[in-house]
């Protein structure tokens, strides 16, 4: 992949661009996912021998990706996945899902089914993280030692913070939240098809926190404008976004396109608006803004909660103890090596790291191959110079049919795999091909470790 | 290391298409192999046969067309820029390059086999 050389973290990640244009589209998508490279597991001699036991808490995107590099890069480790969940969610699709383009089975499939040889799988949750004693306590109490630990326990959709907030009456009036998980998805689905056949007010927004896949609700105000085109009643509808702070995606150039596309679009962009309360009988939404509480009202609303780490990594030491990852309890690594910066023997990637940028599955992408090369050099006694600069990229999808490609790092730099080629902020029909057919083959083959 | 890996696009084309993957590469590598051997076996490119295979090739163009439409939801009126319209062409002539050699190939072995038989 084409990287800028002013970055020296993306060195070794060169691809000669000619190479990329052979692949075509699905070279694309692989950098949809966040690149053409082989994960750092290709790139060294044969295994490392080792009795170390490695803990990963979280089989999600991150914990399974793990996993499978490392079951592959040493030899003799005893490697165990934690994590209570038996259902394996692709989250990018929950946004097909909702936009009525997928089944919810598109998104659904088994933990196990990704499970590496030779790794166990304990399906308990992490009940507590005891970085001092370097073990981890299960939910019935089971104490877990190990060596080294990765933690990739992802985030928790902190909807109790929304007054008034009912999870249950997903679907129905008007209430829509595609991020709470495939049933959601499907019915935030079924209530926007409803509000498209009458119009009314469309109300969508983001929370204040970090959060996963920043695009997404972006993606979905969109889409909603979209299918209300398609079936003729936009006229009938007011489309209005929600923004935290005073601007629309924390990339600038990207917060300008897309204010552009918002006024291109007819949606009304309303700033420094955070939703604290929702009355569901009523239809309303309350924000806090600077000037004061205010009430918009709507036909359709897309909830997207605030965004916080699990409760047992909130409530443990591996939490950022200040700054601005402190609040929320994301976990206190270095930002380069993914290493905790109290813990050494501790890594964490995927959407629990208390990094900037970052939460997306192709973040992961990049993230992975970073914490398991320094943790395999530890293991080997070498050094190790790893790093991941913040790639995070999203498919903007700004019309069925159309997205953006966006990809970006830590210092809101543009990271564009196709210079030139696939512009960054043009709305293309090839990022949408790759989003509705590769993204998913991409993702499945990164948390099987082979891309 | 760090370049680019083949097996990593071939592993992500695994999980897009499953068995079809070989499925698809059976016939590509079935179709060329018939196309070679009726090349071979006639000592030249029989130019009416070609021509029939590039008539059928075209609608295989359009099928390769109207496959990608229905499997991403879309259509080509959501081209948006050049790259689009090169990806158009590009699955388009992979169409019907593909369907023109399979059909070449076919339709020269109906023929072999035919004057076997007379
Ligand atoms: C609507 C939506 C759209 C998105 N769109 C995109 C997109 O277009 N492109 C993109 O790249 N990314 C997208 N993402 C983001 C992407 O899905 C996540 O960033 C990615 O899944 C992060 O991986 P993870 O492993 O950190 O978390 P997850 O995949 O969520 O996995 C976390 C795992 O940890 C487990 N866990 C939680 N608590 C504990 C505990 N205490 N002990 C043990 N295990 C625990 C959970 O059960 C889960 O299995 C989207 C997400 C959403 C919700």
Known sequence: ?451 | MQKFDIFVLFAVFQEMMGPVLWVLLFVALAGLSAAGFVLWHEGGLSSSRLLTSELIGLAGGFGALALMAWVTVSGFTDAGGPVDWLLIGVIWGTGLAGTTILAYGVLGLIKVAGDALA
């Open chain 1, 1 to 451: 992949m084409h990287r800028d050389d002013n970055h020296p973290a993306d060195g070794p990640f060169v691809l000669n661009r000619r190479q990329i244009l052979g692949w075509g589209t699905s070279g694309a998508a692989l950098a949809l996912m966040g690149g053409l490279t082989a994960p750092f597991a290709r790139a060294q001699e044969g295994p490392v021998n080792t009795k170390a036991r490695i803990v990963i808490a979280g089989a999600g995107a991150a914990g399974l990706s793990a996993a499978a590099q490392l079951s592959r890069r040493l030899n003799g480790a005893t490697i165990t996945l934690v994590d209570a969940r038996k259902a394996h969610y692709y989250q990018p699709g929950f946004t097909l899902v909702a936009a009525g383009l997928k089944p919810k089975t598109y998104t659904v499939s088994s933990t196990a089914k990704y499970v590496p040889q030779g790794v166990e799988w304990i399906e308990e949750q992490v009940a507590e993280f005891d970085p001092e004693a370097n073990m981890v306590v299960t939910q019935t109490g089971r104490k877990i030692p190990y060596d080294y630990l990765i933690v990739a326990s992802g985030l928790a959709l902190d909807y109790a913070a929304i007054e008034g907030m009912d999870v249950g009456r997903i679907g129905r009036d008007g209430l829509g939240s595609h991020y709470h998980g495939p049933d959601a998805a499907s019915a935030t689905w079924q209530a926007l098809s409803t509000f498209a056949d009458t119009g009314g007010v469309g109300l969508f927004l983001r929370p204040a926190t970090e959060m996963k896949c920043a695009g997404a609700p972006l993606k979905y105000t969109f889409i909603a404008d979209d299918v209300l085109r398609t079936r003729g009643t936009r006229g009938k509808a007011e489309i209005h976004y929600a923004a935290q702070n005073n601007a629309l995606f924390s990339v600038p150039i990207v917060s300008e396109k897309v204010r552009m596309l918002f006024r291109d679009r007819d949606i009304n962009a309303h700033y420094d608006h955070v939703m604290k309360a929702i009355d569901l009988g009523r239809k309303v939404a309350t924000f806090k803004t600077p000037g004061g509480d205010q009430e918009i009202p709507y036909d359709f609303i897309n909830v997207v909660p605030p965004m916080r780490a699990v409760p047992a990594v909130r409530d443990s030491a591996l939490a950022w103890q200040e700054g601005p990852f402190a609040a929320d309890g994301w976990i206190e690594v270095d930002k380069a090596s993914l290493r905790h910066r109290r813990f050494p023997n501790i890594w964490a990637v995927g959407d629990t790291a208390g990094v900037p940028k970052g939460k997306t599955a192709a973040s992961v992408k990049w993230q992975v191959p970073v914490a398991v090369e320094h943790l395999v050099a530890t293991v080997a006694d070498r050094p190790c110079t790893a790093a991941y600069n913040g790639y995070t990229s999203c498919p903007m999808i700004t019309r069925l049919g159309r997205a953006m490609l966006v990809e970006f790092d830590y210092d809101n730099n543009l990271l564009p795999s196709f210079p030139g080629v696939v512009a960054p902020l043009e709305e293309l029909w090839v990022t949408w091909v790759m989003k509705t057919i590769a993204l998913k083959p991409t993702y499945v083959a990164m948390i099987r470790g082979q891309a």
